[in-house]
């Protein structure tokens, strides 16, 4: 009897010792996570999140953190690991900051940004704030809780345990998806754009045919107008686009390693 509590108590502590290593790369990817991570989300949800994403990944990942809990003494984990979530919860943020990024861009185009400004948790244009809150709903949509899981799992095939990763690898991984994130918001504000481009041309033109006229006054209701409407227009198609881009970062995210 004694053997036999003492066996179970030996596999109750090694499986708390790997869940702790897999809750130092979750739970670090847990404040950046799309969805799971808003700041709006009370921290103490957030904290049972990242416990469930743990209860569920552990298992998955038993055969390849296992042989190394025993050296958990070393401080190598609690460096490489919140490292590499971190990492991971980056990566996706940069998504959802895509949407941010292209309704600023949009907002400035189209003089948006102060008349239309959201006061939330996150400062920023209103047309920022409707892309980001409908990209979310359409990330949850998409099952964005298993395909975390997934990307958790995978991770330790790409970042072995108790190894930190290498730096420049690392640091291009990161600086492809931002260059990435930047490029892909600007195509998707380029129409907010090229109607500023095309307004202030008709409207320079207009103010040298006729000097007396105030353009300001005349042209501000129309691009505020035109703004609105190409917003109700462009939407249905923009989300779209952006939803199939994010299902392939959700199906690679370590696509830059």
């Known amino acids: 009897m004694n053997d036999q509590l003492a066996q179970i108590m030996a596999q ?21 996570l799309p969805a799971f991570g808003e700041t709006m989300v009370p921290v103490r949800v957030r904290l049972f999140l990242g416990f469930a994403f743990t209860v569920i990944v552990t298992p998955a990942v038993a055969n390849t953190v296992t042989p190394s809990v025993e050296q958990l003494g070393s401080p190598i984990y609690l460096m490489s690991e919140p490292i590499v979530g971190l990492g991971f919860g980056i990566i996706l943020r940069l998504a959802i900051m895509t949407l941010q990024i292209a309704g600023s861009i949009a907002a400035q185009s189209t003089s948006l940004a102060q008349l239309m400004g959201g006061n939330n948790s996150d400062p920023q244009p209103a047309i920022g704030h409707v892309l980001t809150i409908s990209g979310l709903a359409l990330a949850a949509m998409l099952g964005l809780h298993v395909r975390i899981v997934e990307g958790f799992i995978l991770s330790y095939q790409v970042f072995p345990v ?13 600086i492809t998806h931002v260059a990435h994130s930047f490029g892909f918001a600007f195509a998707l504000a380029a129409p907010f754009v090229i109607v500023s481009l095309l307004y202030n041309v008709a409207l320079g ?20 107008a035109g703004g609105l409407i190409l917003l109700a227009l462009t939407t249905p198609v923009l989300l779209p686009i952006w939803q199939r881009a994010f299902e392939a970062l959700l199906l690679n995210p370590f696509g830059g390693w």
């Not at 708390?16 to 790369?25: E, K, P, Q, S």
């Not at 190894?163 to 690898?169: H, V």
């Not at 033109?205 to 505020?224: C, D, E, K, S, W």
Request: avoid cysteine; charge should be neutral; proline fraction near 7%.
């Open 12 to 32: 109750s502590q090694a499986f708390v010792m790997l869940g702790f290593v897999v809750f130092l790369r979750v739970g670090a990817a847990m404040a950046l």
């Open 162 to 174: 108790g190894a930190l990763p290498d730096p420049l690898g690392f640091s291009d991984w990161g």
């Open 205 to 224: 033109v207009i103010n040298r045919a006729m000097p007396q006229l105030m353009v300001a006054f005349v042209g501000a209701p129309a691009i505020t």
